[in-house]
């Protein structure tokens, strides 16, 4: 395994360099657009296309989209943008069983979040591929009176036998010689539910020898009885995937149609299937390509669909945008934003070789993003009560906190020093390990934006735990005050008044698995190992935290950086106002690498 990827300049790829040279060759520059999908008569009526190229986003409402799609969705949309191009977002929603409206509405959703739509000049380019199903009916019947496809009425076993194997010819059906008319009579009682789901199917009619075995006569129509989210029962007949995804390209004129590498094998007969309806009318030219890219694999995380509904459904996590989960709506409310998305699709290029990036780089371009996008705020998150026993109790003084230390024009916030603070328990030691810097008896550390504070003890409870820390500050020391170095100490720690602080949960968050390549392998005792066996148990803390007041109003969404922990965000769901809960988003340093 190998996170390394083919070395590309930043914002080129392969597909980059087809698409230039076919606008080069203007190989689009008479091709026609009524204005919406539909066959060669429909678009003889349109006009030549503004769009220079047109690709498509094609997701199949049947989950939620996942950290692997938004490389998709940036390719798709980015490629139609810098082309003068329009990517549709089309719904491939063919297959009746596992769609739904919950997932329509979802997938739209991250779409936009991302940054992407589908209203562009004159034109809506939202498309259903069930909208389509009249048309798919028409090519199938297209193909049956052409001699290019012959009802089969051999058992599921049977088909599979005579398909053959990769070093075996496959045998022809002996249904394959039937009559056009035969074919056609079949075929429309299949569609007028006269015959059992799986009694038989309608084939295309290729080459039962050809080496690849996807042009041995792939099944293109299937009896299915299933409701359809969209076109309910009118249809008892569904057509294949390979069938209907190039006649949807064709239909919506898309040019560039990009998936991934699994399909290559599928390119050929994309390309047979879209000439012969093209000669027989039904489609116009010039014809949509396939190209194939490496779809993104992440360590420690898994992105299958199938996986992701098994996580939810079992209840492994709360829910489809469970902060852990690398779906788009849990990498939201997790904090991760569409900049660094962009950012790390940028950075990990387009190949045509598969790979496994590393999950810390995603992690990094989120850092990197937020390290600029996000303000510095104080949080304790474990905290101890520090006394600073010469401080007059009822006193409380301003001290300045810069809101970004990269960005000064952000300006400076108040936050209140008084005689009881929160610090975090592990900037306290009794007895300090080599090389701690922070508060130890008759240690000295800066508070940061405050003062240089003399540890003075400390007391403990019964079981001889800390309970409170005592100190002494130098009154000299204010930072931003002329004496401010005339004390040197090597601790600065942060801190938050207990007069003034915010009470809140946080939760934080680790990987949802503890091996790079969850389900991989086998166990000690040879067992496959299975996906859910990797699951790491530890995987969120909540805990109760004193962070500085300001917090209390940050707005659902809102990121911060919390000052020496890392980035956390107002989660969305859960905050209500004047009382946010905090995400960790990502640490300030990777913990997993030693
Ligand atoms: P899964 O295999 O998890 O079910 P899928 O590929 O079936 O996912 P679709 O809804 O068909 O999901 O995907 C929509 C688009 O997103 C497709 O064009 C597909 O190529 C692309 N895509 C899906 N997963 C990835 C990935 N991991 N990396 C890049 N692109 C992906
Ligand atoms: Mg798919």
Redesign the pocket.
Known sequence: MSSEKTPIPAGSNFIRAIIEKDLSQNKYATKKWAGSPGDAAHQDTGVVDVAKIRTR????PN?YLHI??A??IFLNFGLARDFDGICHLRF?DTNPEKESQEYVDSISDAVQWLGFGWDNTNETNLYFASNYFDLMYRAAESLIETGHAYVDEQSADEMRINRGTLTEAGKDSPYRSRSVADNLARFREMRDGKHADGSMVLRAKIDMASPNINMRDPAIYRVRRAHHHNTGDKWCIYPMYTFAHPIEDALERITHSI??LEFEDQRPFYDWLLERLAEAGLLAHPLPKQYEFA???LTYVV????KLIQLVEEKHVSGWDDPRLPTLAGARRRGYTPAGFKLFTDRIGVSKADSWIEYTILEDCMREVLNVDAERRIAVLDPIKLVIDNYPADQSEDCFAPNHPLKPELGKRTVQLTKELWIEREDFMEVPSKGFFRLTPDGMVRLRYGYVVKCTGCEKDADGNVTVVHCEYLPDTKSGTPGSDSVKVKGNIHWVSVAHAYEAEVRLYDRLFKEAHPGEGKHEDGRERDFLDDINQDSVQVITTQLELSLKDAKPEESFQFERHGYFVADKKDSVAGKPVFNRTVTLRDAWQK
């Open positions: 986003f094609p997701p199949e989950g692997g799609h490389k998709s491939d998936c991934t779809r993104l694999n992105l299958s669909k199938r």
